[in-house]
């Protein structure tokens, strides 16, 4: 059986990290790639590729139903948080119109998760350590907060993705301009030691359950894993597992923690695929693949068995003819 997968916001990295798992997989697949930009690579990668409106349009929803509908699109796998959004909320009405079905998490959960500020909640309420943090909005709680706890300070956008916008304090100087310059801030501890930092993905299957998890001791660059190393004998996932359970969580979800003196302490969840999507099939672990066997195959995940390695990360050329850019500016359109 032939599944026709659309992945969203081609032109950018996580949908090529999503392209590349899924053409690591054995299944007979038709990648369809859409863009809201005719200039992104993901478009003239995949065997089709369509120009449609930005996520914020009034009719972005609409042309990708009728986009799954010309494509007979079987699953949606989200390239960017800010389509998924809008696609988590009406993904009920897209499959509905489509029999798409879209790889995502309830936006309520999205929301939760998103929100630096009610994630640390979320850790609390359910028995889990995390970073001591505070809303700079209350003078009288940031200055106690400042007394007990010592430079340097993490201060990022309460609902930023990622290390985008974010800024290490290590002075008063540096904390003012952090928390002048960001969106709605929240301040954090900084978690030592800081070459101890795991990204753990987690697959969550349709009844919120954790089935598979991989971990990786990470070095960022550029805002994604850049170098790691795969753990398949650490704690760390069953521990992650542990923290999603009543997250509400569906899909591929990811946990960014440090290893302290404290033991683990987890300062993000993501509830989409990850920056190491396409490196994660070479250690047994697809999310891609499962993604497929699980939403439109109705299987049951089995837990793969995950051999150790070592991931490095390099830049990538993509090659396309002037007349192909030409094709997809102007008719909005390329494939085959």
Same mark, same amino acid.
């Given at each position: ?9 081609? +032109? ?12 690591? %997989? ?10 809201? /930009?005719?200039? &992104?690579?993901?478009?003239f990668q ?7 409106? +930005? ?41 509905q119109q ?6 995502? %998490? $309830? ?23 995390? *970073? ?13 907060f400042l007394?007990?706890?010592?430079? @340097? ?5 309460? =609902? ?42 987690? =697959? ?5 359950? $954790? ?25 760390? &996932? ?8 009543? %997250? ?15 033991? @683990? ?7 989409? =695929? %990850? ?5 994660? *099939?070479? =250690?047994?672990?697809? /999310? ?15 837990? *793969? ?16 003819? /002037? ?14």
């Amino acid at each position: 059986m032939k599944v026709n997968v659309l992945i969203t916001g081609a +032109a950018g990295n996580q949908a090529h990290f999503i392209w590349r798992a899924l053409k690591a %997989s054995d299944l007979n697949l038709r990648i369809i790639g859409c863009n809201y /930009d005719h200039n &992104g690579a993901g478009l003239f990668q995949s065997d089709a590729g369509y120009v449609v409106p +930005a996520a914020k349009d009034s009719s972005y929803v609409s042309k990708i139903i009728d986009l799954c509908n010309l494509e007979r699109v079987q699953i949606i796998m989200v390239g960017n948080m800010a389509e998924m959004r809008v696609l988590s909320e009406h993904r009920d009405f897209i499959l509905q119109q489509s029999g798409a079905v879209v790889v995502t %998490s $309830p936006v309520d959960v999205l929301t939760r998760m998103e929100d630096k500020w009610q994630l640390t909640k979320y850790l609390q309420s359910e028995g889990f350590d995390h *970073p001591r943090s505070v809303l700079p909005g209350d003078e009288e709680v940031l200055s106690k907060f400042l007394d007990e706890v010592l430079f @340097p300070y993490v201060v990022k956008e309460r =609902f930023g993705a990622g290390s985008r916008n974010l800024a290490i304090a290590r002075t008063k100087k540096e904390l003012d301009f952090a928390l002048d310059s960001l969106n709605e801030p929240i301040l954090q501890e900084y978690l030592y030691p800081d070459d101890q930092e795991y990204t753990v993905g987690v =697959f969550m299957n349709i009844r919120s359950e $954790p089935v598979a998890s991989i971990v990786m001791k990470r070095e960022l660059n550029l805002g994604m894993t850049w170098k790691a190393q795969v753990l398949p004998d650490s704690e760390l &996932g069953a521990y992650c597992e542990r923290v999603l359970e009543r %997250s509400g969580c569906i899909g591929p979800c990811n946990v960014q923690l440090r290893l302290t003196k404290r033991g @683990p302490i987890v300062f993000e969840v993501n509830p989409r =695929f %990850s920056t190491t999507t396409s490196a994660r *099939p070479y =250690f047994g672990y697809n /999310d891609a693949e499962m993604c497929i066997r699980h939403f439109v195959f109705n299987e049951e995940i089995h837990r *793969p068995v995950i051999r150790g390695g070592r991931l490095f990360r390099i830049v990538e050329d993509v090659f396309v003819e /002037d007349a192909d850019f030409e094709r997809v500016r102007t008719a909005g359109f390329i494939g085959r």
